[in-house]
């Protein structure tokens, strides 16, 4: 049985030491097929973009003298002239931006300047070249030693496809991975306008009337349009999860997996690897898996979450985090409902977590949702759900970091076993506590208190998951709850929540609030739905607010 090489995405490096892979290279027809001159293929992170780009990039370079036997018996060598002719037939261009994602603008200049040292030294041959000149090599000798200045950064690209395309009387082939990676670091970390104007010039000089280049590939997670960083880019076309083309190029077929499991013999394991990590859909090919999640799971034959402890979820805690319009329809997520959601995938970055639209279409495009359904294509609504147990683990921990980290001194684990344990005065004592210092962190008013009871709920339902299911503004009796406890043992004790805000115009004291809450739990009789079921140990509490006043009682 072939090894499987975990972290490795050269293609060169993978195929010296063969090790297990999954012929993706019909790829290379795909981009031969494909009539853009710059192609951008967004897809989420650990899906084989960097692994793809580097097959591209030693299929079609002139510079690589082993490549015929790099690609023996992949499915691209049983194509016709019209795709094996391009093998070595370019000089290439590659750059990666995964690692340029420092803490300050000053550090992203310097990553920078690191990955275009690195795509020089691939090229340092043109040192001997006569066909450049004395103050191009100098140029290139500065660069070799991370001398220039930002001027010249941004030209650098450019300036070498020029090089290459005269040494070698040959247009040039440009791959750049990761492209958005510095995009995103740097609005997190507070040097956006710095970074975008950059970038903008970068790009902008790389593909705007470039002569010297044949066809461009770019990767990343999401699509940046919106700031314009490629408007300089001539006949630019974009594949984001939701097209067609290039959908089986990335992650694990069904099919591909079905060959995985029984090289590897694990068909005892097919129905949990396929709900721990299958899902995913891109275009109209659906059940992909996650390629380093397999891989790492072959490796140790563990059922856990391996994806989400890898990849690069800044962004995405940021606006969940601070967004308080989808908390609430994450916790139906997390409780495997499917959602009808606004997705723009053209990421608008500044003030994302603000805007909606933005939000999904990021969680979307970087793995976190998958589309079951179009609901309106025009007005771009969509029904989403989590495609998996793995990422189901990445939400439950995106929320208990936003308590543990924002909340210091208060236990949340300590807080729900009070309140299932009907240590009642203590979880009151306790749960005051937390909304006092929760709103104080969050500065919320009596306007946004819903989100934040909302964002309770989904505390409390990762805290209680092992044992309780939590539902939530459901129709029981003659109306909506506000939270359902719902013990997994009937024998346990089950609870009915309601959460109510004072009205300035109707209730003056937080008392008339309190007895407003009970009056509405047992009018609308919401208990019926548990007692109908055969759950008999219910306890009804309500909590009364005002401001940032808070008072519990038990009806």
Sequence with gaps: MKTIAIGESDFKMLRRKDSYYIDKSMYIKDIIDNGSKVVLVTRPRRFGKTLNMSMLRYYFDC???DSKELFEGLKIMEQDEKY??????????????KDVNDYCYENMILGFKTAVLEMYRDHRYLLDSDKIYDDEKAKIMDILYAREDEVTLKNCVRELSGYLYRHYEKPVMLFIDEYDVPIQAAYVKGYYDKAIDFLKTFYGVTFK???YLEKTVLTGVSRVAKESIFSGANNFKVYTVLDNEFADDFGITSEEMDKVIEDFNVEDDKEEIKKWYDGYKIGNVEGLYNPWSILNYLTDKQLKPYWVNTSSNDLIKLTLTKSTSIKEKMERLLRDETIEVPINLETIIVGIEDNEDNIWGLMLGTGYLKVVETVDLIEGIYKVQLPNFEIKYLFQSIVRDWFSNKVPGNNLRSILKDLVELNLSEFEKKFRKLVVEMFSYMDVGENTAENFYHAFVLGMLVGLKDSYYVNSNRESGMGRYDIMLEPQDKNGNSFIIEFKVADDMEENTIEDVIENAKKQIEDRNYESNLRERGFNNIT?????????ECKMQVV
């Design 63 to 65: 510079d690589v003298k």
């Design 84 to 97: 094996t002719s391009k093998l070595g037939a370019y000089p290439c261009l590659y750059l990666t931006l």
């Design 209 to 211: 009337d470039n002569p």
């Design 540 to 548: 009804k509490i309500v909590f009364a607010f005002k401001g940032k």
